[in-house]
């Protein structure tokens, strides 16, 4: 950091170089193609629920300049990839996002409530500060085998949320009864099953997230792991996108994209008529930032009986659910949820059920519709609908 001159004028600023280089080099030069046209402020959805929206060009400019934020706007960002989407330059913004997050660390200013976060993923190997012995406490009545790469064709990565949150245990527990039900040769691996780090990485604690993606790759290493079926996006997101090579290489998969390759290949079919109107919330880390838009709509219109309704705003224009870039593990206030809106869209539609395919957006989307009062609309995960077309 520069020495700063104390005859200089209060609203002179000090470019840092030093700071410059180092954002340079964590988001590959990212920043310095913005031009500055303020799309990514226009598109982002805070200022759907603030006065103040999030000034992302303001963020941008002063990451150009080598400048740190000065408040905690940077801990807004849901990085849910509506301004990548409207970017003229195709700018990779939420990498610079984390990349300023990652400074931000180093020199102490972060928002509060995240350092527990860190210490519970140091501690418990999860965000959701539950002990390691209990991560497969939720499937002690499902007999599930510990993956062998000679017995199963892919690992089941349940991930943090599904083994720790009573909500994200149902979803679990549905993908097993389609799993099983197509006679997929899968195993999981219990309580060793690593962390994978997202949520470290979303809200930058870079040098962290690789020191868990580093033990984590060994593991999948040492099981020999190929291919992986994840139920979070995120997982999903940060394997594919950005964990290290393994000695074998795996190939992730979200679970929507295996359920609809096994209805393709004839392995799964749907007997039992549902007879529902449906709508669906496109998770960002699947949709927008993945391009996975068809295989949740491929496993929704296998299912007999089902229609589904389109909310305003879907696939890449669908509104964020607000828990993802670290927002998850921060309190939001009511009123500033985009949950809230979203639930009003799927209320617009006249759907029974508000469908998704992310532990997190069930979890925010639950809370608006709880604060809405609707007794006409019920939070489903897309493995619990397809579950209920089974014939048991």
Request: with cysteine; net charge negative; hydrophobic share 40%.
């Amino acid at each position: 950091m520069p020495e700063v001159n104390a005859d200089l004028p209060d609203d002179v600023l000090l470019i840092d170089d030093e700071l410059w280089e180092e954002l340079l080099a964590l988001t590959d030069g990212a920043a310095a193609e913005c031009f500055q046209c303020g799309v990514c402020t226009a598109t982002c959805p805070w200022g759907l629920v603030r006065k103040k929206p999030l000034s992302v060009r303001t963020l941008m400019r002063q990451a150009q300049l080598g400048l740190r934020a000065g408040d905690n706007s940077l801990w807004l960002c849901t990085t849910c990839a509506q301004c990548q989407a409207y970017c003229p330059r195709g700018v990779d913004i939420a990498e610079v996002f984390r990349g300023l997050r990652t400074i931000a660390w180093k020199h102490q200013q972060v928002q509060a409530g995240l350092p527990s976060l860190l210490w519970s993923l140091h501690w418990n190997d999860n965000p959701w500060t539950q002990p390691p012995s209990q991560r497969a406490q939720w499937a002690q009545d499902l007999d599930l085998p510990i993956f062998n790469s000679q017995m199963h064709d892919i690992l089941l990565y349940v991930g943090c949320t599904s083994s720790y949150d009573r909500r994200g245990q149902r979803i679990a527990t549905a993908l097993v009864q389609l799993l099983d039900a197509a006679q997929v040769k899968y195993g999981f691996l219990g309580d060793e099953e690593p962390c994978c780090g997202e949520a470290a990485l979303s809200v930058g604690h870079r040098p962290f997230f690789e020191e868990i993606a580093g033990q984590t790759a060994r593991i999948f290493d040492e099981h020999r792991v190929s291919k992986l079926v994840t139920i979070s996006p995120h997982c999903y997101d940060v394997f594919k996108n950005h964990y290290p090579p393994t000695g074998i290489g795996f190939q992730p998969l979200h679970y929507t994209q295996f359920i609809a390759q096994l209805i393709n290949e004839g392995r799964l079919k749907f007997e039992k008529a549902l007879d529902i109107k449906v709508t669906f919330q496109d998770p960002c880390y699947l949709g927008r930032i993945n391009g996975q838009f068809d295989a949740p709509r491929q496993v929704l219109k296998a299912i007999p009986g089902v229609e589904l309704r389109e909310m305003i705003g879907h696939r890449e224009d669908g509104l964020c659910c607000g828990g993802g870039g670290g927002r998850m593990w921060l309190e939001t206030p009511v009123g500033e949820r985009f949950s809230d809106l979203r639930v009003e869209q799927a209320l617009q539609t006249g759907a029974d059920d508000l469908v998704t395919s992310c532990p997190f957006c069930v979890s925010c989307l639950e809370d608006s519709l709880k604060i809405s009062n609707a007794e006409s609309l019920e939070v489903l995960d897309l493995a619990e609908i397809a579950a209920q077309a089974l014939i048991n």
